[in-house]
C-alpha cells in the first residue's frame, strides 16, 4: 500500500501523538507475531466452484457500469490517500489534517498493520485479477503493479474497511452510514473490475478480523480515544460537506451493484 492520506512519517513525528506499547514498533501498533492474517482467512474459491462461478458472472454484469456515476466514483476511491474524503458525506464533515492530526496519525500508524494484513495473504494464495481471465473493461490504468499485485484479499478493501470501523469507534452515532460506506468503498473495486466480489469480502474480513487484534493494543485504544475527542470537536465546528456531492454520492449508490 501507498502511504495513506498524505501524512508522512515526518508529520507523525511533529505531532508526536503516537503512543509506544509493549514490544511493538513505534511505527506500527502490533508486535511482530501478535497477528498473522493467513491464519484467520480462508482460502480463496477453487476453481470451477460455485464460488468462483459467481465471481466471474458478476465481474461480467458489473462491467455495463462503465461510464456510469457509479464507476466515477470507484475510481475516486481508488486513491487510497483520500480515503478520508470519500467518509466526508458519511461523517457529516470533511476530516483535514489541521483539524485532526491525532486521528491522521491512528490512521498512519494503523496503515502499517493493515500493509501486513494484505501481503501475508496475497503472498499465500497469489490468486490472479478477474481481468486476465475475463474480457471487459478496468476502471484504472492496467499496469505492471496492479498485474503483480495478488487479487485475494483485496488491500482497498481491507485499508477502507479499517478506515470505516475506525471512523464507527469515533463517531458512533453515525456508524450506520460510516459502515455503508465501507461497504461501496469495498464494492468499487468490483465495479473497477480489478477484484473479485469473494477478494473484496475477504477484505471485510481481514479487516475485522485486524481491528479486533488492534483493539488489544493499549497504544491504539489510547490513539482512538484522542482521535475519537479531536473528531467531535471538528464535526461541531464544521463544515459540512457540500449538499450537492453528498446527494450526487447518494444517487450513485442507491442502484444495487447488479
Same mark, same amino acid.
Request: charged share 25%; net charge positive; with cysteine.
Given at each position: !500500500?501507498?502511504?495513506?492520506?498524505?501524512? @508522512?512519517?515526518?508529520?507523525? !513525528?511533529?505531532?508526536?501523538?503516537?503512543?509506544?506499547?509493549?514490544?511493538?514498533?513505534?511505527?506500527?501498533? #502490533?508486535?511482530?507475531?501478535?497477528?498473522?492474517?493467513?491464519? =484467520?482467512?480462508?482460502?480463496?474459491?477453487?476453481?470451477?466452484?460455485?464460488?468462483?462461478?459467481?465471481?466471474?458472472?458478476?465481474?461480467?454484469? @458489473?462491467?455495463?457500469?462503465?461510464?456510469?456515476?457509479?464507476?466515477?466514483?470507484?475510481?475516486?476511491?481508488?486513491?487510497?490517500?483520500?480515503?478520508?474524503?470519500g467518509?466526508?458525506?458519511a461523517?457529516?464533515? @470533511?476530516?483535514?489534517? %489541521?483539524?485532526?492530526?491525532?486521528?491522521?496519525?491512528?490512521?498512519?500508524?494503523?496503515?502499517?498493520?493493515?500493509?501486513?494484513?494484505?501481503?501475508? /495473504?496475497?503472498?499465500?494464495?497469489?490468486?490472479?485479477?478477474?481481468?486476465?481471465?475475463?474480457?471487459g473493461?478496468i476502471?484504472?490504468?492496467?499496469?505492471?503493479? +496492479?498485474? #503483480?499485485?495478488?487479487?485475494? /484479499? &483485496?488491500? =482497498?478493501?481491507?485499508?477502507?474497511?479499517?478506515?470505516?470501523?475506525?471512523?464507527?469507534?469515533?463517531?458512533?452515532?453515525?456508524?450506520?452510514?460510516? +459502515?455503508?460506506?465501507?461497504?461501496?468503498?469495498?464494492?468499487?473495486?468490483?465495479?473497477?473490475?480489478? =477484484?473479485? !466480489?469473494?477478494?473484496?469480502?475477504?477484505?471485510? !474480513?481481514?479487516? %475485522?478480523n485486524? #481491528? &479486533?487484534? #488492534?483493539?488489544?493494543?493499549?497504544?491504539?485504544?489510547?490513539?482512538?480515544?484522542?482521535?475519537?475527542?479531536?473528531?467531535?470537536?471538528?464535526?461541531?465546528?464544521? /463544515?459540512a /460537506?457540500?449538499?450537492?456531492?453528498? %446527494?450526487?454520492?447518494?444517487?450513485?449508490? &442507491?442502484?444495487?451493484?447488479?
Open positions: !500500500m501507498r502511504a495513506v492520506w498524505l501524512v @508522512t512519517t515526518a508529520a507523525l !513525528m511533529l505531532t508526536g501523538c503516537a503512543t509506544l506499547s509493549g514490544d511493538a514498533p513505534s511505527n506500527r501498533y #502490533l508486535a511482530k507475531g501478535v497477528f498473522d492474517a493467513r491464519d =484467520h482467512l480462508p482460502p480463496p474459491p477453487a476453481k470451477g466452484s460455485e464460488a468462483a462461478l459467481r465471481d466471474r458472472e458478476i465481474f461480467r454484469a @458489473t462491467r455495463a457500469l462503465k461510464d456510469t456515476p457509479r464507476w466515477s466514483l470507484a475510481q475516486e476511491d481508488n486513491v487510497e490517500e483520500k480515503v478520508l474524503d467518509y466526508a458525506c461523517l457529516g464533515v @470533511t476530516p483535514s489534517f %489541521e483539524r485532526n492530526p491525532k486521528l491522521a496519525v491512528t490512521l498512519l500508524r494503523m496503515s502499517r498493520d493493515v500493509r501486513s494484513a494484505v501481503a501475508g /495473504p496475497k503472498l499465500k494464495y497469489r490468486r490472479p485479477r478477474p481481468y486476465f481471465s475475463e474480457e473493461p476502471c484504472i490504468k492496467r499496469s505492471l503493479g +496492479l498485474a #503483480l499485485s495478488p487479487d485475494y /484479499p &483485496s488491500g =482497498h478493501a481491507t485499508w477502507g474497511w479499517s478506515v470505516g470501523l475506525v471512523l464507527a469507534e469515533v463517531a458512533p452515532d453515525r456508524r450506520e452510514a460510516i +459502515l455503508a460506506r465501507a461497504q461501496a468503498y469495498g464494492e468499487s473495486r468490483v465495479v473497477c473490475g480489478v =477484484h473479485n !466480489m469473494s477478494s473484496v469480502e475477504a477484505g471485510r !474480513m481481514n479487516a %475485522e485486524l #481491528l &479486533s487484534a #488492534l483493539k488489544s493494543s493499549d497504544a491504539f485504544k489510547a490513539d482512538l480515544a484522542a482521535a475519537r475527542a479531536e473528531l467531535d470537536a471538528a464535526r461541531a465546528a464544521g /463544515p /460537506p457540500a449538499p450537492a456531492r453528498c %446527494e450526487a454520492e447518494a444517487a450513485a449508490l &442507491s442502484k444495487p451493484l447488479l
